[in-house]
């Protein structure tokens, strides 16, 4: 690896290990051992790198996350509930692991009325991400369905984000995916 890849792995073991206020150049540079101006040649500034690594960090959870609609070696129930159940049974599944990455993303949505820049650069990942998860959770094609893709990427986005702060919070009592199934079906009426 050269000095841009090192930068941004040791900017992300920083966020996930002091967070986003707390980590530092001087921080950085350590973990990746290589000098401060290499901060400034490769990304124009400590605030650009921890952008580039924060978004690195929430683009692999989203890969985790979308592989969650698999194991790689079945497709996913035919039945939409089971579907939904197995696919958040995955994610659930990844709370603990991945516990360090929502914490880091709850601190940065605190940030962002401060920080435009961030704000901006937080706001296409977060749409791509919306259709991942209707890609990858769903099975719905953005490219063929978009407005369908747009609308249950959302759905599943805030899914996502209230049921991992639950988890962050109080993982004893954390929606499981049976919970979650079991809601779905009393909102859809499947269930009295």
Known sequence: MGHKEDLLEGAKRCLLEKGYARTT??????ASGTNLASIGYHYGSKDALLQQAFLALTEEW???????GTDGTAPLPADPYERFRTVW???IAAAGPSRPVWKLQTEVVTRIDDDEKLREAIKEPQREGRLGMARSFLGIDPEQDPEKARTAGLLCQALAI????QWLVDPETAPSADDLTEGLKVLTGERD
């Open 25 to 30: 150049a001087r921080d950085v540079v350590a």
């Open 62 to 68: 989203g890969d985790q996350a979308g592989a969650a």
């Open 89 to 91: 049974e995955q994610v």
């Open 162 to 165: 209230g049921v991992m702060i």
